[in-house]
C-alpha cells in the first residue's frame, strides 16, 4: 500500500504473531516491545515464563492448538489474519497509538481503504437523524468514499446501509463470531455480499464488554480519515470516537441541531470546540483538504530486535522502587527514569514485566501508570 | 456616557441639524462633511442653494416650519432628538460607519445602552424558533443585558417580548408614526410602558420601502456588542445584519439547526464562516469576553470646522475629469487623487457637491462611487 514495503508473515510466525496477541495483557504496545526485545514473536513466547515468574505472577499464553483453532474458525467464516506490516493491513491504521498488531477480516478486498470516513451516532435517533445519515452516506459514496462505522443500531446501521452500493466497512467490538446487536448481523452479510469489509481485533467467540467499544472506537476513527457525528448527546460513545479521532490526528465533522434537541448536543458541543459544521457530504470532503497526509508512523513496521541484549539485567530492588515511584497517574517513562534512577534498558524491561502480569497500563503508548482495579 | 465630553445643542442649532439631516441626498458622511466645511449646520444650511447650483440641480433644504412640526409631532408621541455627541446619544453607535447624527428616540432613560446584545431571525419562525428566543431573551436579560431588534414579526417579536421586564430596544425602519408591521404597535407600547426604548433615524411620518431594513438593521447590530441569528434562511435580512456586525467589529452568534430545516440554513452558513455556535445565554455572554473595547472612533463628535477654507476652489474642469474617473464601483478618495490629479480639498468640494445633487453615493463611509439608478 501506498508503496510502503510489505512482509508477508509465514504460517509459523502468524501462528506465533497470534498466540503473543492472545495472551493475557499483551496489548498492542507490549507486544512490540517483546519483538523488540526477543527478536521474534517466537522467542517472546519461549521467554514469557520466565518474565512472569519474575514479575510474580503466572504468564498464559494460550497453546499452539488453540491458535490454530482460532485461524480454521475464522476460516468458516471467510475471515483471515492480517499482521501490520502486510499488503492488506490499513494503512492508516498504522499512524494511531495501540495500532493492533494483527486484525481479523473478511472481505473488503476492492475497496478504496484510503478514501475512508467514519460516520458515527447515536443508537437511538431520530427520523431526521436516520435520514441526514443516509443523505450523508450515499453522497460521500457516490464521490468514491468508503464509510466506515461500528455496526451499531441508529447511525451506524443507517450509514452502512447507504453505503452498501459503493463500498462499507465494519469494525466489530467483539469476535467475527459475536457480531452485536443479533438484529444486525443480516446487515453483517449484507457488507460482504456487497464488497465490503468487516474486520476486528478481538479473538473469535469473545463477547464484546462495555469496555470494548471505545476501543473499537478507537479503529473506526483510526481507518478513516476524519469522523462524523451525526446524533450525539453529550455523553456519549461517538464524542469518545472524536475524541479519539482528534487524537489520532484525524478532521471531526458534526452535524448541527436545534439546541432544543437533546440529540443535538453532542454535535453542537464539537462545534464549538473546533469540529466543523456539516450540512452534505461536499462539506466533509472540503474539509478534508486541510487533512496533512504526512503523519507520524507511530509503530514502524519494519523494527529491528535492539541490540542492548547485554546490558545489564534490572536489580531486584529497583522492581520495588519503580513500584513505589508508579501511581494511577499515567507518566512519562522518562519521569520514572529520572526520579527512581533506575538504568533505561532495566527500566523498559521491568515495565514490560509488570505490564505483562497485569501490574501497569499505558496511555496512548507513551504513558504509563498503575492499572485501575 | 462612559466619561466622553459630551455636547448639548440649542434649540435652534438642533432645528438646524434637523433641517440639514432631513435634506435630499444628505447621508450620514455629507452631513459631517457639511459641518466640516462650514463650520455649523446653520451655515451648511445657507450653503446649500449655491453648492447645488454649481452641480448643476437644485437642493431642497426642508423649510424651518418642517422641521419644527416634526419636533412638535415628535413630543405627542413622546418622542426627542438626540444629537451625536449628546449625553443621550447611543454610545455603541458612535463607533459604526454612517451614524445617524440625529436619531429619534423614546424611553430608554434607564436601560444599560452598554450592555447589550440583538437577537435577529427569521419574520415566518418556528415554533422552536421561538421558544429558543424566548430562552436566550430572558436569560440574557436576567443576567443584565439589554436586547435588541427589529420589532419585526417572528423572532424579533419573541425577542422583545421575553425581555420586556429586563429591557429591550426596538430600531423601526420608519418614522415613529409609522410602525411596521401594524399587528405590532401594540408590542411598541409594552415597550415604552415597561421601560424600553424605540428609536429610529427616519423622519415622522416615513413609510418603510423595502431598503429602509437593512438601513435598520445597520442600527440594530451597531447598537450591540454582538447579535445572534436564531432562525434565517440563505437569503434573508438576518443574514444581513450578521455582515453589517462583523464590518462593525461586533461579535456574531448563531444557533445551529438541523440541516434538513431550512430556517436553519443562514445560522448554520454562519457558523461555517466564523460565527459561534451558541445554545444559551451563556454561551453569548462567555463569547462577549473576546470583544476588544477600544473600538475605533469613525466620526469624533467633537470635530472642527476645518481651516482649509482659503485653498482654491475646484476648476470647471476637475468636476468633468472627476465623473469621468467615478464609476459605479467604490473606490477610496485617494485613489481618486491619484488618477486625476485634483487636489484634495477641491476634490472633497466636488465629491460633496455630487452627493448632495445625489450623483455619488459612499459605502462603509470610505469608498466614493457612481449611484446606480
Known sequence: M????????????????????????VGPVTFRQLLNRFGSAEAA?????????????????ISQARAEDEIAGLARYGARLVAQGEADY???????????PIITM???????????????????ASTAGIKMTRLLASDLGAKGYV???????????????????????????GGFDR???????????DILDSGGALLTEMPLGWEPRARDFPRRNRLVSGLSLG????????????????????????????????PLDPRAEGGNLLIQQGARLVTCADDIIEGLGNINPARRMLFDPEWQPESGGDAAPPAETDRARLLEALSTTPVEVDELIGQTGIAPHAMQILLLELDLTGQVEWSSGQLVGLRHN
Open 45 to 61: 513466547i519461549d521467554a514469557l515464563p520466565a518474565l512472569g515468574k519474575k514479575a510474580g505472577r503466572p504468564l498464559n499464553v
Open 227 to 258: 469522523v462524523v457525528v451525526v446524533e450525539a448527546a453529550k455523553r456519549s460513545g461517538s464524542l469518545i470516537t472524536a475524541r479519539l479521532a482528534l487524537e489520532q490526528d484525524r478532521e471531526v465533522f458534526a452535524v448541527p441541531g436545534s
Open 147 to 173: 464509510v466506515v462505522s461500528g455496526l451499531a443500531r441508529g447511525i451506524d446501521s443507517a450509514a452502512h446501509r447507504a453505503a452498501l452500493e459503493t463500498g462499507t466497512i465494519a469494525v466489530l467490538a
Open 2 to 25: 501506498a508503496g510502503r514495503e510489505t512482509i508477508t508473515l509465514t504460517p509459523a510466525q502468524r501462528l506465533a504473531w497470534l498466540r503473543l496477541v492472545r495472551t493475557d495483557n
Open 90 to 100: 490499513p494503512e492508516h491504521l498504522n499512524y494511531i497509538a495501540g495500532a493492533p
Open 179 to 189: 457480531i452485536y446487536p443479533d438484529e444486525n448481523i443480516p446487515l453483517a452479510h
Open 106 to 124: 473478511a472481505g473488503g478486498q476492492k475497496l478504496d481503504w484510503q478514501r475512508s470516513i467514519g460516520i458515527v451516532g447515536a443508537r437511538t
